[in-house]
């Protein structure tokens, strides 16, 4: 087994600035996605933050858990360091591989995690925002979650606290599963069965994910859109097979650059 990843960022059709940011190390095998949060540089600062705390934490080789609780402590303090940057914070969703084809998910916040497997799309994450709580109360429907004026508050981020509470969530990954990372610039625009249509049709990741950031912008664009996609491939002959203890590789898809932090589209 082997993954390829491909992934777009763009700062959408209202914002200036980009606060989202998204990660791809091939070295570690380890993908995740910010979205930002904070007024001035806040969520720029918050969202890059993260994502190298991470980085440096995972290549420290603290398991994945223990990683994003290492990134919330780095926004947290730096947030405090600057009277600009107090209060800001991140959502952060992250995977890395283990042995046995398992992907580790980690998430805090109303980014999320799909997977398609089988031609059919399914949400992996629980989004932490207050329509979610009204979803599971059982006094919204998602569709109406997806609209609702207040979907944009979220209650759990990473940098508010000097602690946070982490999801995680393990993933056998099968041959030709698709795994999607997203900011809510994507959700909020696309319906998850245009995001599901899309992903069967286009099989290159990097394609992929700029048609999904394309489509929401065409929707609006109201957020900044950020779309990793990694796409589990047979590995090439020769290679270790499925049965191994090793982790599979992790590829980039060609133009996808090693480690991308920071906002700008590329
Ligand atoms: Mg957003």
Redesign the pocket.
Known sequence: MKLVVGAATDVGRVRTGNE?GYLVDDAIGLVALA?GMGGHQGGEVASATALEALRAAVRAGRPLRDAVLDANDAVYRKSLTDEALAGMGTTLTAGTMAAGNTLILAHVGDSRAYLLRDGALRRVTTDHSHVQELVDEGQLTNDEAAVHPLRNIVTRALGLDPTVEVDVYPVELHVDDRVVLC???LTDMVHEDAIEAELRREPDPTVCARKLVDRANAAGGV??ITVVVVAVTEAASGAADGSSDAPPAVELAADVAAVRLGTDAP
Request: no cysteine.
């Open positions: 989202d979205d900011s809510d610039g957020d900044n």
